[in-house]
C-alpha cells in the first residue's frame, strides 16, 4: 500500500464507521421516541418514560456527531474534484444535522411540559397538551425536512461526483443516485401528508437510501484506500 493509499484509508475508515454509527444511532433513537409519539396522552406518559427520552436524546446527538463527521471525511475527497459540490454537500449536511438538533430540542420540551404538568407547575391541561402537541409536530416536520429532504440533495451530490469521477465502484454510486431521488420522493410526499412517514410506502422508499449508506460504509472500510485518484476527472 503507497502513502497516498495509507492517507486515504485514514480517512476513509473513519467516514465508514460513521456513516454505520449515523444509521444505527437515528433508528434507535426513533425507536426509544416511540411510546411517546405514538401514545395517546404524552402528558401522562412522557414521565414514565424519562430515561427513555433522554437516552433516545443521547442517540440523536451521536448521530448529529456522525454526521458532521461523515461530511468532515468525504469534503476532501469531492473537493479534489470541484470544491462548489463539496461545499454544497457539506453545506447541506450541516442543515440536515441543524433540523436534527432541532428535533432533539422539541422532544426534550415535550418531557419538560409533561414533567411541569404531572407536578402541578402547568395545571391547565389544555395549555400543555396544546404546547405538547405542537412540539412534537415540530419534531414530525424536522424529521421530514432534515433526515429525508436535506438527506436526500447530500447524498444525490456526493454520489453524481463519484458516479462522474468513478472514485468508488459505477454500481454503488449508481445505487446513491437513485437512493437519494427515492428518498426526495417521500420527503415530497410526507410534505403534501400523501403518505406517513412511518408507513408501508414510507418505508419502502426509503430503505435503499439504507442499504446504499451501509453498502457505501462497507466499501470505505474494506477498500476506501482506493477511493481518490490522483487527478479524478469527469468521464
Not at 25 to 52: A, C, E, M, R, W
Not at 95 to 110: D, W, Y
Given at each position: 500500500?503507497?502513502?497516498?493509499?495509507?492517507?486515504?484509508?485514514?480517512?476513509?475508515?473513519?467516514?465508514?464507521?460513521?456513516?454505520?454509527?449515523?444509521?444505527?444511532?437515528?433508528?434507535?433513537?426513533?425507536?426509544?421516541?416511540?411510546?411517546?409519539?405514538?401514545?395517546?396522552?404524552?402528558?401522562?406518559?412522557?414521565?414514565?418514560?424519562?430515561?427513555?427520552?433522554?437516552?433516545?436524546?443521547?442517540?440523536?446527538?451521536?448521530?448529529?456527531?456522525?454526521?458532521?463527521?461523515?461530511?468532515?471525511?468525504?469534503?476532501?475527497?469531492?473537493?479534489?474534484?470541484?470544491?462548489?459540490?463539496?461545499?454544497?454537500?457539506?453545506?447541506?449536511?450541516i442543515?440536515?444535522?441543524?433540523?436534527?438538533?432541532?428535533?432533539?430540542?422539541?422532544?426534550?420540551?415535550?418531557l419538560?411540559?409533561?414533567?411541569?404538568?404531572?407536578?402541578?407547575?402547568?395545571?391547565?391541561?389544555?395549555?400543555?397538551?396544546?404546547?405538547?402537541?405542537?412540539?412534537?409536530?415540530?419534531?414530525?416536520?424536522?424529521?421530514?425536512?432534515?433526515?429525508n429532504?436535506?438527506?436526500?440533495?447530500n447524498?444525490?451530490?456526493?454520489?453524481?461526483?463519484?458516479y462522474?469521477t468513478?472514485m468508488?465502484p459505477?454500481?454503488?454510486?449508481?445505487?446513491?443516485?437513485?437512493?437519494?431521488?427515492?428518498?426526495?420522493?417521500?420527503?415530497?410526499?410526507?410534505?403534501?401528508?400523501?403518505?406517513?412517514?412511518?408507513?408501508?410506502?414510507?418505508?419502502?422508499?426509503?430503505?435503499?437510501?439504507a442499504?446504499?449508506?451501509?453498502?457505501?460504509?462497507?466499501?470505505?472500510?474494506?477498500?476506501?484506500?482506493?477511493?481518490?485518484?490522483?487527478?479524478?476527472?469527469?468521464?
Open positions: 500500500m503507497n502513502i497516498q493509499n495509507k492517507k486515504n484509508r485514514s480517512t476513509a475508515r473513519p467516514a465508514g464507521i460513521f456513516f454505520i454509527t449515523a444509521a444505527l444511532s437515528s433508528v434507535i433513537g426513533l425507536k426509544l421516541y416511540d411510546p411517546i409519539l405514538s401514545g395517546d396522552n404524552f402528558l401522562t406518559l412522557s414521565p414514565g418514560y424519562y430515561n427513555q427520552v433522554i437516552w433516545a436524546a443521547i442517540n440523536e446527538l451521536i448521530l448529529i456527531v456522525s454526521a458532521v463527521g461523515t461530511g468532515l471525511m468525504l469534503y476532501p475527497y469531492l473537493k479534489r474534484f470541484n470544491e462548489i459540490f463539496a461545499a454544497g454537500y457539506l453545506s447541506f449536511r442543515l440536515e444535522v441543524v433540523f436534527i438538533l432541532i428535533g432533539t430540542l422539541a422532544m426534550l420540551t415535550v419538560s411540559i409533561s414533567e411541569l404538568y404531572i407536578t402541578g407547575a402547568n395545571t391547565n391541561e389544555a395549555t400543555a397538551n396544546s404546547l405538547g402537541l405542537s412540539f412534537i409536530a415540530l419534531h414530525k416536520w424536522t424529521f421530514i425536512l432534515g433526515p429532504f436535506m438527506l436526500a440533495i447524498t444525490f451530490i456526493y454520489s453524481y461526483v463519484f462522474r468513478k468508488i459505477i454500481n454503488l454510486a449508481r445505487l446513491g443516485l437513485t437512493a437519494s431521488l427515492l428518498i426526495m420522493v417521500a420527503a415530497f410526499l410526507e410534505l403534501f401528508g400523501i403518505i406517513q412517514q412511518i408507513s408501508f410506502w414510507g418505508i419502502i422508499l426509503a430503505l435503499p437510501i442499504i446504499f449508506e451501509m453498502s457505501f460504509a462497507s466499501w470505505l472500510l474494506w477498500k476506501g484506500d482506493m477511493i481518490v485518484k490522483e487527478n479524478p476527472t469527469i468521464s
